[in-house]
Antibody, heavy 113, light 110 residues
């Protein structure tokens, strides 16, 4: 079945970077865009950007421009989202979502000194 | 402040019909399709309705969606206790060149 499996929880210090992975299975990875969405505790969903796994083209929400980078490794059907210059407000669960609207299980990123 | 506006809460008793609204603008709902998501506590969101009113396979026909102008609605009929969850609307925004979500509606089954 179509599945997106994300990497495990991360704890980072302010100013550091985090890289979350999202491994796809059950479909052709390059056929559907990958979006990243985050959710702070008790808050709503926030779209961060998208990536076309075939071309590598990306589009980022203005809020994250300059701090987020979305990449992929097609040989292992895996997408990555790297967020830099972390601050406490970046503490959230990060989800990858494919173009079929299948969601990963989420990765908790905690930013704390 | 979310781009799409939803009521923060809604409630109903078992068997009742409830609706959740989602208000946007000409750059999002007015010119693009709307999806609805259900998020049970501690889990990832799940697609409930796509393209305004289409249900993915496996979603009960108790759930229905509609869109008119710059607003959309999710209706749940025959309310059940397992429907207690957070519900989000989403659409592409042509001005922001990104996906936008509503703030979410917490549905309580009394």
């Amino acid at each position: 079945q179509v599945q997106l499996v994300q990497s495990g929880a991360e704890v980072k210090k302010p100013g550091a970077s985090v890289k979350v992975s999202c491994k796809a299975s059950g479909y052709t990875f390059t056929s559907y865009d990958i979006n990243w969405v985050r959710q702070a505790t008790g808050q709503g969903l926030e779209w961060m950007g998208w990536m076309n796994p075939n071309s590598g083209n990306t589009g980022y929400a203005q809020k994250f421009q300059g701090r987020v980078t979305m990449t992929r490794n097609t040989s292992i059907s895996t997408a990555y989202m790297e967020l830099s210059s972390l601050r406490s407000e970046d503490t959230a669960v990060y989800y990858c979502v494919n173009g079929m609207d299948v969601w990963g299980q989420g990765t908790t990123v905690t930013v704390s000194s | 402040q979310s781009v799409l506006t939803q009521p923060p809460s809604a409630s109903g008793t078992p068997g009742q019909r409830v609706t959740i609204s989602c208000s946007g603008s000409s750059s999002n709902i007015g010119s693009n399709t709307v999806n609805w998501y259900q998020q049970l506590p501690g889990t990832a969101p799940k697609l409930l309705i796509y393209s305004n009113n289409q249900r993915p396979s496996g979603v009960p026909d108790r759930f229905s969606g509609s869109k008119s102008g710059t607003s959309a609605s999710l209706a749940i009929s025959g309310l059940q206790s397992e429907d207690e969850a957070d519900y989000y609307c989403a659409a592409w925004d042509d001005s922001l060149k990104g996906r936008v979500f509503g703030g979410g509606t917490k549905l309580t089954v009394l």
